[in-house]
């Protein structure tokens, strides 16, 4: 008797940057990767052409397109409910892009699309710290944004657009940093890699404190943390107040979604050791009395590299469940 | 053959001040009410056992206890899971009270407890805008308080403790006033009645702007409406500062939970027509750009001397699914 059923899906997780495409088995092992550059596509159809030829050839180097189960695809402002990447800020195409529609024509698989915070949400409860949680809550912090998304009752959230989770463009500042999005004091003009340098830029220009960052030329964020390191006191200070802000945020979504768990992930991470005590003193202080005990803050398992593909995986096995396009 | 079916509820709604007890039908209809005070009870056994003479008296008078098929309890800091009240900051019973099961004992039925706000948003799904939405966010604007809870796909989302939906325990200014809860610069400090009273007497001591509430003696929410309808200008801005305050909390919390519907409740409402308009303009001003098209600010059609037992009504019917009291 031979075994025909399909053992693998592949997982695409799009960004404005790069597109990675990942091969991967039932259990969550990747088997083979590749990647496009999402910026040498400034139209759409040429990048389904791409990224179908991409899959073929991965495909057929691993044991052959028809062992390919489906697709599933993590992008930012993708919408679950439509399959469509919906007025993305960041990306290069504009308006209302039907990608998973696209992808399905171009290849005759079935192809689910999800915001990539949902998606890593998804793959967070399959393969991560939230497997068994009813209800949790994971926060993305990346370079230019702050992505976020929800389970309850062991349902991804979506909301009524598959836009719940939106927490990178919550208001924290009315009069605030201006935002890709149209509107001003967005949190993810703070909390992300780019907002946290601009809090460094900031202090620098408005105070004449001593700082090894003075000398350090056009800052990174890798430059913030060796500077903090070396007991430097103004790059502390500029953790200290990303760390602060952000624990004042992650508890008020926390005591609206009375979470088991918030978990967070993202690049920014790689870096931020010093942005850690402050945010977790500033969450605790936070949070609604009734919920302090039960809560946990964790920084999930799964790496940072492959954990969209990951979760785009997932998404590819529950494709009957999340996507029109079947 | 005669129809035994229990065809009436008990809907109850424990507020700090007073508890309304409600006979209802399976339509909604509030067939008798009765108050107690629950000031007059410093201990809580007291407060049952006059609540369960209560519910005698009240049944014995319109058809007979043996035709009651449930109770069900609005709270504030009540936990849908467990069935007690949970050091809620403004009762006069302290620590974790098991109101459902010491009601269960004294009279012998099946008795569910749910949080003010969770009840609320029950009572909507079933008798008012929400009936028929999937995803929706009901907030009471009180006197002392703000209250919350949103719809899941269906069903209410109460969060791993029961505590979800806590918007009024938001943090807004971490060196703001300081909150019955323990901590500072909560959303109720400044959007319930006492609230917008206090930002009210702090604009005329830190201003001298003219006033006609400065001969007004001890403020009022009445006066600080009267005064607004006859053009004073600081009774305006106090309700202009409070409709923006709320507008943008209301998009932040929208803008994690991506409803269909924000729906507004309370006794504030009845005197915040000059709120309205600066809470409508924040609202959609500070929502995530991606919802703006869809979702709907609301007021209730249900008055707010029905609300609560009509939602407590509703929970008596749910009691097999909601309560651990069966």
Known sequence: MENEIKT???????????TLIALVDIRGNILAKDTLKTTDYPNVNGFVEALAEHIMLLSEANGGYQTIRSVGISAPSANFVTGCIENAPNMPWKGIIPLAAMLRDS???AVALGNDAHVSALGESVYGYAHGMNTFIIVTLGRKGVGSG?????QPHLGTDGFAGEIGHCCIDVNGRPCNCGRKGCLERYVSIQGILQT????????DHPSLLRSAGELTIEQ????????DELAREVWNVAGTTLGISLANYATVVNPEAVI???VLLE???????????SFYDS???NIRSTIRLLVSPINNSDRDVLGASVLAWKVKEYSLFK
């Open 224 to 231: 913030l943390k060796t500077c903090a390191d070396q007991g």
């Open 264 to 266: 967070l992930t993202g």
């Open 200 to 207: 460094a830029r900031e202090m620098l220009e408005q105070t």
């Open 287 to 289: 949070l609604f009395h």
């Open 107 to 109: 290849i005759g698989l």
């Open 150 to 154: 929800f389970f309850s009752y062991g």
């Open 8 to 18: 693998k899906v592949i997982g695409i997780n799009v960004t404005s940057s790069v």
């Open 271 to 281: 870096h931020a050791k010093w942005m850690m005590a402050p945010m977790e003193k």
